[in-house]
C-alpha cells in the first residue's frame, strides 16, 4: 500500500525481485485515497480477502502509517530508522529495522501452540484477538 502511482510500485517491485512476494499492491493513484485515509486500508484488506482486525501494517510514518493503520481498525507498526523519541499511541509497535519484524510477529502477534494433553493451547502472557496471515500491509 502506498501514497505513490500505481504503475511506479509495480515496477519497483519488479526491478529488485520483489513483485512475486505481494499478492495485492494498492495504490493510492489508482484508489483515489491516499494514507491516512481508513478507506485505502479498507480497500488493501478487501483486496486480500482479510477483516482488518486480522491485518498488521507497517511503515516508516507515524502518521500516516502506523496510527492511520490503528484508526482504521488494523494494527500498526511503525518502522523508525531514526530512533526519533516521539512517543507512540498505545497499540502501535515501534521497531527501527525490518529485521526486528520476525521477532515481533512472533512475540506479540502469533497464533498460539498447543503445548497441554487436552488440546487447549497455554494462554501467553498477552494473547492477540487474531492470527497472523500473509497479509501484512
Known sequence: MTNASHPDQHGRLARVGLARFFDAVISAGALGV??????????????????????LHVGDRLDHDARAAVNAGLHGVWLDRAGTPTPVDPGIHVIDSLSDLPTLLVSEFRTPTVTTSTGVPTPAAKTPDFSISPAVV
Open 34 to 55: 491516499a494514507k491516512p485515509a481508513p478507506a485505502i486500508f479498507h480497500a488493501a484488506c478487501a483486496e486480500l480477502d482479510v477483516p482488518p482486525t486480522h491485518t
